[in-house]
Structure formats: C-alpha cells, structure tokens
C-alpha cells in the first residue's frame, strides 16, 4: 500500500526543473520502460543544497523524484551515494513491486549527479 508521504509526491512533486547552474547532473533512460529520469545538483559548504529533476516517466518516478530530492538537501555527497532507491520503494514508499524499477533509476540519477560533481571538482567537498 502507497505511504501517505508518496501520495503527497504524487498530488504534488516537488523541485521539479532544471538547475540551469547545477553542480552535477545524473541522467538515467531505463532499458526496458524507457522512462528518463535526470537529476541535479547543486551544492554548498560540501553538502548538497539544492536538488531538482526532469523526468518523462511515470507516476511513480515523478512522486520518487520528488521525495529524494527533498530528502537530499542538507546531506553529504557520500551520503547520498548510499541511498538506495529500490529500498526506499519497498521499505518505505510501499510502491507495487512493478514500480520498483523507476525507483532505481531515480537512485541511480542520484549517484551520477554526485559523481558528475565529484569529478568536476576532482573529488574534492566545495
């Protein structure tokens, strides 16, 4: 059963567009739905201070979009490496098992963008 948290992020998703000055960005087209899910970054202080995403998906790669993006701000790069998207959906999310897919891409998203801004910066917290 659907967690009221994502039924809110469903109704209304937040921080949705593009950071036109993101710090990193993380694209992900799944192989078998074909649902495109990019992510961005902005950061400061060495955390992440601002997320946003773009997404021609379905519902539930907009409503995880949303949440992660909300749950990322404030959090170190390492650990926004750690979440795991597919966890979030069975665990917390309560999405059906068919959606947990969209949820990995967002998860993946994530990562990408963080190893984009890693890589931008060398590595190194800014």
């Excluded at 074909?34 to 379905?58: E, P, W």
Aim: charged residues 20%; aromatic residues 4%; hydrophobic residues 45%.
């Amino acid at each position: 059963m659907l967690s009221d948290l994502i039924k809110e992020h469903i109704v209304s998703p937040r921080n949705q567009g593009v950071i036109p000055a993101a710090d990193g960005m993380g694209e992900v087209v799944g192989p078998a739905c074909g649902d495109q899910v990019v992510l961005y970054i902005q950061m400061k202080d060495g955390s992440i201070n601002r997320a946003s995403f773009t997404t021609h998906g379905c519902w539930a790669a907009v409503a995880m979009a949303s949440w992660v993006t909300e749950m990322v701000m404030g959090m170190a790069p390492e650990q926004a490496l750690e979440i795991d998207g597919e966890a979030l959906a069975r665990e917390q999310a309560g999405l059906p098992e068919d959606k947990w897919p969209c949820a990995r891409l967002v998860s993946l998203a994530l990562h990408r963008a963080v190893r984009d801004w890693q890589r931008r910066k060398g590595g190194q917290a800014g």
